[in-house]
């Protein structure tokens, strides 16, 4: 006896469900991903700048600070971008190859954003996790201590690090990732203080878990989706601050280079038509911070339970 169409429909309709119940919710939310075209195209330009800034170095034919001497100061116009010459991007008026200093201004930039939102998010969790999670006092005392350096002016505080401490990388990547972790520790502690009631987190405090396990095996990896999704916005952000830092001249210095050191050396010369010298970092900069905003906005509505 063949079945029916409604016994059909009925049998359709329950593999469906078990397609759904039986996949997990990082499935689900890769799936998701995976179908946001405008995230996933700048996924891909994310891992080209990534290449980019790894391997750049070997096809360009000149180290970052190899200086040209013929095409320097008025002659720096002869250093336009040529195959033929080597000089892919150029030179800049120090007659150096624009090319391998590109390659070495979005390593540097891409350390800093990565490095600083590393640090950012590993503090900021784990100060809002441990606040939200004792509440009362503790919470109140430290959420007001993150009040107050919340107050105070976020590049005041890093230009005064850097003249204090010294301009160097590894004081612009300390410098930028412990200030930027006060808006992580108020958004882990507010997720906190919801994951707390929840029943396997009350089983663990009964039967006697230490309270600083609860936190780092139960309450920070259902942090992960939140954190994940702030750290590639914060990412660019970072990037954003490491550009505005060197464009004043206080970031990384000679014979390193970063994209806003470089956007700020290109700045002086457009008037004199090198257009090249500004045009190749600022398309690396946009490119870049553009890829970790679209990104980012993907991993959110993929990680977002409102939207399943």
Same mark, same amino acid.
């Given at each position: 006896?063949?079945?029916?169409?409604?016994?059909?429909?009925?049998?359709?309709?329950?593999?469906?469900?078990?397609?759904?119940?039986?996949?997990?919710?990082?499935?689900?939310?890769?799936?998701?991903?995976?179908?946001?075209?405008?995230? *996933?195209?700048?996924?891909? *330009?994310?891992?080209?700048?990534?290449?980019?800034?790894?391997?750049?170095?070997?096809?360009?034919?000149?180290?970052?600070?190899?200086?040209?001497?013929?095409?320097?100061?008025?002659?720096?116009?002869?250093?336009?971008?040529?195959?033929?010459?080597?000089?892919?991007?150029?030179?800049?008026?120090?007659?150096?190859?624009?090319?391998?200093?590109?390659?070495?201004?979005?390593?540097?930039?891409?350390?800093?954003?990565?490095?600083?939102?590393?640090?950012?998010?590993?503090?900021?969790? *784990?100060?809002?996790?441990?606040?939200?999670?004792? %509440?009362?006092?503790?919470?109140?005392?430290?959420?007001?201590?993150?009040?107050?350096?919340?107050?105070?002016?976020?590049?005041?505080?890093?230009?005064?690090?850097?003249?204090?401490? %010294?301009?160097?990388?590894?004081?612009?990547?300390?410098?930028?990732?412990?200030?930027?972790?006060?808006?992580?520790?108020?958004?882990?502690?507010?997720?906190?203080?919801?994951?707390?009631?929840?029943?396997?987190?009350?089983?663990?405090?009964?039967?006697?878990?230490?309270?600083?396990?609860?936190?780092?095996?139960?309450?920070?990896?259902?942090?992960? %989706?939140?954190?994940?999704?702030?750290?590639?916005?914060?990412?660019?952000?970072?990037?954003?601050?490491?550009?505005?830092?060197?464009? *004043?001249?206080?970031?990384?210095?000679?014979?390193?280079?970063?994209?806003?050191?470089?956007?700020?050396?290109?700045?002086?010369?457009?008037?004199?038509?090198?257009?090249?010298?500004?045009?190749?970092?600022?398309?690396?900069?946009?490119?870049?911070?553009?890829?970790?905003?679209?990104?980012?906005?993907?991993?959110?509505?993929?990680?977002?339970?409102?939207?399943?």
């Amino acid at each position: 006896m063949l079945p029916n169409k409604a016994t059909v429909e009925s049998v359709a309709d329950a593999m469906a469900v078990a397609e759904v119940q039986g996949r997990s919710l990082w499935a689900d939310a890769r799936k998701r991903f995976l179908a946001n075209k405008a995230a *996933l195209v700048s996924l891909f *330009l994310l891992i080209g700048v990534a290449l980019f800034s790894i391997f750049g170095n070997l096809i360009a034919q000149y180290a970052p600070d190899y200086v040209d001497f013929t095409l320097m100061g008025a002659n720096a116009y002869k250093g336009v971008p040529s195959i033929e010459t080597g000089h892919y991007f150029g030179t800049d008026t120090s007659g150096r190859d624009l090319f391998a200093r590109t390659v070495m201004g979005t390593r540097i930039s891409l350390l800093v954003g990565l490095i600083g939102a590393l640090v950012a998010v590993i503090v900021g969790t *784990l100060y809002g996790a441990t606040a939200g999670y004792f %509440g009362g006092r503790t919470d109140g005392i430290m959420m007001r201590i993150v009040d107050v350096l919340m107050s105070i002016p976020f590049m005041f505080v890093l230009i005064l690090m850097l003249v204090i401490f %010294g301009r160097s990388i590894s004081m612009l990547f300390l410098g930028i990732g412990l200030i930027s972790w006060l808006d992580m520790a108020r958004i882990a502690r507010g997720q906190t203080l919801t994951i707390k009631n929840k029943e396997f987190v009350e089983m663990a405090h009964a039967i006697g878990v230490h309270p600083i396990k609860i936190i780092l095996r139960h309450i920070v990896p259902n942090l992960l %989706g939140i954190v994940i999704v702030y750290a590639t916005l914060l990412v660019p952000t970072m990037i954003i601050f490491e550009s505005f830092i060197s464009f *004043l001249g206080l970031g990384v210095q000679e014979p390193a280079t970063s994209l806003g050191a470089l956007i700020n050396e290109g700045s002086s010369t457009m008037q004199r038509g090198f257009y090249w010298q500004i045009g190749f970092p600022i398309f690396f900069f946009v490119i870049t911070i553009f890829a970790f905003f679209f990104v980012g906005d993907g991993l959110r509505d993929a990680l977002d339970p409102k939207d399943r």
